[in-house]
Protein backbone atom coordinates (compact mmCIF):
# COMPACT_ATOMS: atom_id res chain seq x y z
CA UNK A 1 0.00 0.00 0.00
CA UNK A 2 1.40 4.03 -1.13
CA UNK A 3 0.32 6.98 0.30
CA UNK A 4 -1.93 6.75 -2.20
CA UNK A 5 -3.23 3.55 -3.64
CA UNK A 6 -5.80 3.08 -0.82
CA UNK A 7 -7.33 5.62 0.89
CA UNK A 8 -9.58 3.02 2.90
CA UNK A 9 -12.16 3.49 0.25
CA UNK A 10 -12.25 6.85 0.49
CA UNK A 11 -11.68 8.87 -2.14
CA UNK A 12 -11.14 12.39 -0.42
CA UNK A 13 -8.05 11.25 1.92
CA UNK A 14 -5.50 9.09 1.93
CA UNK A 15 -4.31 6.61 4.41
CA UNK A 16 -1.27 8.63 5.07
CA UNK A 17 -3.40 11.60 5.66
CA UNK A 18 -5.47 9.25 8.02
CA UNK A 19 -2.65 8.48 9.49
CA UNK A 20 -1.37 12.29 10.20
CA UNK A 21 -4.43 14.09 11.03
CA UNK A 22 -4.82 11.19 13.76
CA UNK A 23 -0.94 11.44 15.17
CA UNK A 24 -1.91 15.43 15.55
CA UNK A 25 -4.85 14.48 17.50
CA UNK A 26 -3.27 12.97 19.94
CA UNK A 27 -1.70 15.82 20.85
CA UNK A 28 -4.11 17.52 22.19
CA UNK A 29 -4.04 19.10 25.18
CA UNK A 30 -0.38 18.62 25.35
CA UNK A 31 1.79 21.00 26.41
CA UNK A 32 5.99 20.64 24.97
CA UNK A 33 6.47 18.21 22.35
CA UNK A 34 10.02 16.94 21.52
CA UNK A 35 9.55 16.31 17.87
CA UNK A 36 11.63 13.36 15.89
CA UNK A 37 11.43 14.52 12.46
CA UNK A 38 9.53 12.96 9.54
CA UNK A 39 5.73 11.64 10.41
CA UNK A 40 5.90 13.27 13.97
CA UNK A 41 7.32 16.82 12.89
CA UNK A 42 4.28 16.23 9.87
CA UNK A 43 2.01 15.55 12.93
CA UNK A 44 3.33 18.08 15.49
CA UNK A 45 2.91 21.18 13.06
CA UNK A 46 -0.31 19.56 12.03
CA UNK A 47 -1.48 19.80 16.10
CA UNK A 48 -0.55 23.48 15.77
CA UNK A 49 -2.68 24.27 12.78
CA UNK A 50 -5.29 23.00 14.64
CA UNK A 51 -6.19 21.04 17.75
CA UNK A 52 -2.94 22.61 20.03
CA UNK A 53 -2.05 25.84 18.95
CA UNK A 54 -0.47 26.44 22.10
CA UNK A 55 1.95 23.37 21.58
CA UNK A 56 5.49 24.32 22.16
CA UNK A 57 7.24 22.43 19.53
CA UNK A 58 10.99 21.12 20.72
CA UNK A 59 13.55 20.11 18.57
CA UNK A 60 16.85 18.08 19.10
CA UNK A 61 19.11 20.85 17.50
CA UNK A 62 17.91 23.08 20.52
CA UNK A 63 15.16 25.22 19.02
CA UNK A 64 11.87 25.93 21.85
CA UNK A 65 8.71 27.29 20.50
CA UNK A 66 9.42 26.82 16.65
CA UNK A 67 6.80 27.60 14.55
CA UNK A 68 8.09 26.90 10.89
CA UNK A 69 5.59 27.74 8.36
CA UNK A 70 6.70 24.73 6.39
CA UNK A 71 7.56 21.27 6.95
CA UNK A 72 11.61 21.39 8.52
CA UNK A 73 13.58 18.97 6.38
CA UNK A 74 15.97 18.12 9.05
CA UNK A 75 16.69 19.48 12.61
CA UNK A 76 19.29 21.59 11.27
CA UNK A 77 16.91 23.53 9.40
CA UNK A 78 17.54 27.05 9.53
CA UNK A 79 13.67 28.02 9.95
CA UNK A 80 13.47 26.03 13.25
CA UNK A 81 15.93 28.52 15.23
CA UNK A 82 14.43 31.59 13.04
CA UNK A 83 11.04 30.54 14.40
CA UNK A 84 11.93 29.86 17.86
CA UNK A 85 11.08 31.55 21.30
CA UNK A 86 14.86 30.62 22.42
CA UNK A 87 17.89 28.54 20.81
CA UNK A 88 19.82 26.51 24.16
CA UNK A 89 22.98 24.27 23.71
CA UNK A 90 22.08 20.66 22.69
CA UNK A 91 23.95 19.94 25.83
CA UNK A 92 21.30 22.07 27.89
CA UNK A 93 18.63 20.77 25.64
CA UNK A 94 19.14 17.50 26.97
CA UNK A 95 20.74 17.92 30.24
CA UNK A 96 18.33 20.07 31.89
CA UNK A 97 14.60 20.17 30.14
CA UNK A 98 14.77 16.60 28.58
CA UNK A 99 16.58 14.77 31.32
CA UNK A 100 15.14 17.50 34.09
CA UNK A 101 11.55 16.02 33.17
CA UNK A 102 10.45 18.99 31.87
CA UNK A 103 9.06 18.27 28.26
CA UNK A 104 5.50 16.95 28.17
CA UNK A 105 5.46 14.33 25.28
CA UNK A 106 8.49 12.65 22.62
CA UNK A 107 7.29 12.22 19.60
CA UNK A 108 8.95 9.10 17.47
CA UNK A 109 9.17 7.55 14.25
CA UNK A 110 10.44 4.16 13.65
CA UNK A 111 11.79 1.62 11.60
CA UNK A 112 10.76 -1.37 13.72
CA UNK A 113 8.46 -1.78 16.34
CA UNK A 114 8.10 -4.70 18.37
CA UNK A 115 4.85 -5.58 20.90
CA UNK A 116 6.10 -3.58 23.50
CA UNK A 117 7.01 -0.67 21.81
CA UNK A 118 10.52 -0.90 21.42
CA UNK A 119 11.93 0.66 18.82
CA UNK A 120 14.95 -0.35 16.36
CA UNK A 121 16.34 2.58 13.77
CA UNK A 122 19.84 1.56 13.40
CA UNK A 123 20.20 -1.62 11.67
CA UNK A 124 17.98 -4.28 9.76
CA UNK A 125 18.87 -8.22 8.75
CA UNK A 126 18.49 -8.11 5.15
CA UNK A 127 19.01 -11.91 5.05
CA UNK A 128 21.57 -14.67 4.67
CA UNK A 129 24.52 -13.64 2.88
CA UNK A 130 23.83 -9.99 2.51
CA UNK A 131 25.07 -7.26 4.84
CA UNK A 132 22.86 -5.75 7.42
CA UNK A 133 20.80 -2.54 6.39
CA UNK A 134 21.80 0.42 8.21
CA UNK A 135 19.13 3.16 9.13
CA UNK A 136 20.12 6.41 10.22
CA UNK A 137 20.68 5.87 14.11
CA UNK A 138 19.56 6.39 17.49
CA UNK A 139 19.57 10.24 18.07
CA UNK A 140 17.93 11.38 20.79
CA UNK A 141 15.43 8.94 20.62
CA UNK A 142 16.65 7.04 23.66
CA UNK A 143 16.86 9.75 25.99
CA UNK A 144 13.45 11.31 24.30
CA UNK A 145 11.75 7.96 25.21
CA UNK A 146 13.69 7.70 28.67
CA UNK A 147 12.67 11.19 29.99
CA UNK A 148 9.70 12.34 28.27
CA UNK A 149 6.43 11.95 30.43
CA UNK A 150 4.67 9.83 28.06
CA UNK A 151 5.95 9.18 24.18
CA UNK A 152 4.09 8.67 20.73
CA UNK A 153 4.86 6.35 17.84
CA UNK A 154 3.85 6.55 14.39
CA UNK A 155 4.81 5.04 11.21
CA UNK A 156 3.05 2.64 8.42
CA UNK A 157 1.54 -0.58 9.36
CA UNK A 158 3.12 -3.65 7.77
CA UNK A 159 4.99 -7.07 8.89
CA UNK A 160 7.75 -4.86 7.44
CA UNK A 161 7.83 -2.73 10.00
CA UNK A 162 5.82 -4.63 13.44
CA UNK A 163 7.86 -7.38 14.04
CA UNK A 164 8.10 -10.18 16.41
CA UNK A 165 11.59 -9.42 17.32
CA UNK A 166 13.54 -6.21 16.39
CA UNK A 167 17.01 -6.66 14.51
CA UNK A 168 18.33 -3.95 17.09
CA UNK A 169 17.35 -2.80 20.14
CA UNK A 170 17.67 1.15 19.74
CA UNK A 171 14.85 2.94 22.05
CA UNK A 172 13.72 0.92 24.69
CA UNK A 173 9.50 1.14 25.20
CA UNK A 174 8.20 -0.91 27.46
CA UNK A 175 10.83 -3.68 27.39
CA UNK A 176 9.25 -7.21 28.18
CA UNK A 177 7.23 -5.91 29.83
CA UNK A 178 5.38 -3.36 32.91
CA UNK A 179 8.05 -3.71 35.27
CA UNK A 180 11.36 -3.16 32.93
CA UNK A 181 11.27 0.84 32.72
CA UNK A 182 10.63 1.35 36.49
CA UNK A 183 13.58 -1.54 36.90
CA UNK A 184 15.74 0.72 34.94
CA UNK A 185 14.92 3.90 36.57
CA UNK A 186 13.47 5.27 33.35
CA UNK A 187 11.28 8.73 34.52
CA UNK A 188 8.93 8.44 32.00
CA UNK A 189 5.60 6.71 31.22
CA UNK A 190 6.99 5.59 28.08
CA UNK A 191 5.19 5.16 25.05
CA UNK A 192 1.26 5.57 24.89
CA UNK A 193 -0.22 4.87 21.69
CA UNK A 194 1.67 4.26 17.90
CA UNK A 195 -0.54 5.49 15.57
CA UNK A 196 -0.51 4.29 12.03
CA UNK A 197 -2.23 4.00 8.68
CA UNK A 198 -4.47 1.46 10.16
CA UNK A 199 -5.60 2.20 13.36
CA UNK A 200 -4.04 2.95 16.44
CA UNK A 201 -2.60 0.71 19.24
CA UNK A 202 -1.61 1.22 23.13
CA UNK A 203 -0.18 -0.89 25.94
CA UNK A 204 -2.47 -3.16 27.93
CA UNK A 205 -1.90 -1.66 31.85
CA UNK A 206 -1.53 -4.86 32.66
CA UNK A 207 0.87 -6.59 30.49
CA UNK A 208 2.50 -3.20 28.34
CA UNK A 209 1.70 -5.17 25.11
CA UNK A 210 0.47 -3.44 22.55
CA UNK A 211 -3.83 -3.84 21.70
CA UNK A 212 -5.28 -2.53 18.65
CA UNK A 213 -7.62 -0.11 20.36
CA UNK A 214 -8.95 1.70 17.36
CA UNK A 215 -9.29 1.19 13.56
CA UNK A 216 -9.57 4.16 10.58
CA UNK A 217 -11.94 4.29 8.72
CA UNK A 218 -11.99 1.70 5.91
CA UNK A 219 -9.78 -0.05 7.60
CA UNK A 220 -10.10 -4.21 9.30
CA UNK A 221 -9.10 -6.19 12.28
CA UNK A 222 -7.96 -8.67 9.46
CA UNK A 223 -5.82 -6.26 7.65
CA UNK A 224 -4.34 -4.97 10.93
CA UNK A 225 -3.51 -8.53 11.78
CA UNK A 226 -2.15 -9.52 8.62
CA UNK A 227 0.28 -6.06 8.72
CA UNK A 228 1.59 -7.28 12.23
CA UNK A 229 4.25 -10.23 12.96
CA UNK A 230 2.60 -11.20 16.39
CA UNK A 231 -0.58 -12.21 17.16
CA UNK A 232 -1.87 -8.69 18.14
CA UNK A 233 -4.74 -8.64 20.77
CA UNK A 234 -7.59 -6.39 19.84
CA UNK A 235 -9.28 -4.54 22.26
CA UNK A 236 -13.18 -5.52 23.35
CA UNK A 237 -13.93 -1.98 23.11
CA UNK A 238 -12.44 -1.55 19.70
CA UNK A 239 -12.98 1.84 18.60
CA UNK A 240 -12.98 3.77 15.28
CA UNK A 241 -11.16 7.32 14.54
CA UNK A 242 -13.51 9.72 13.42
CA UNK A 243 -12.45 10.62 9.60
CA UNK A 244 -10.47 13.63 8.47
CA UNK A 245 -12.45 16.92 8.69
CA UNK A 246 -12.16 19.37 5.57
CA UNK A 247 -10.06 21.71 7.97
CA UNK A 248 -7.33 19.36 8.97
CA UNK A 249 -7.25 18.42 5.68
CA UNK A 250 -6.55 21.50 4.23
CA UNK A 251 -4.19 22.23 6.95
CA UNK A 252 -2.30 18.77 6.19
CA UNK A 253 -1.78 19.87 2.69
CA UNK A 254 -1.37 23.37 2.71
CA UNK A 255 1.58 22.40 5.65
CA UNK A 256 3.25 19.67 2.79
CA UNK A 257 2.95 22.18 -0.33
CA UNK A 258 4.49 25.20 1.59
CA UNK A 259 8.21 25.01 1.00
CA UNK A 260 7.69 23.12 -2.47
CA UNK A 261 8.56 26.18 -4.71
CA UNK A 262 12.00 27.17 -2.32
Not at 218 to 226: H, S
Request: include cysteine; charged fraction near 20%.
Amino acid sequence: MTDHDDPHNNPTFTSDELMEVNAARALAGATTCFVGIGLPSTAANLARATVNPDLVLIYESGTIGSKPTRLPLSIGDGELAETADAVVSVPEMFNYWLQGGRIDVGFLGAAQVDRYANVNTTAVDRGPGRPEGRLPGAGGAPEIAANCGRVLLVLRHSRRNFVERLDFVTTLGHGSGPADRARLGLPGAGPAAVITDLGVLRPDPATAELVLTALHPGATVERVRDATGWDVTVSDALGTTAPPTPQELAALRALKAAGKDD
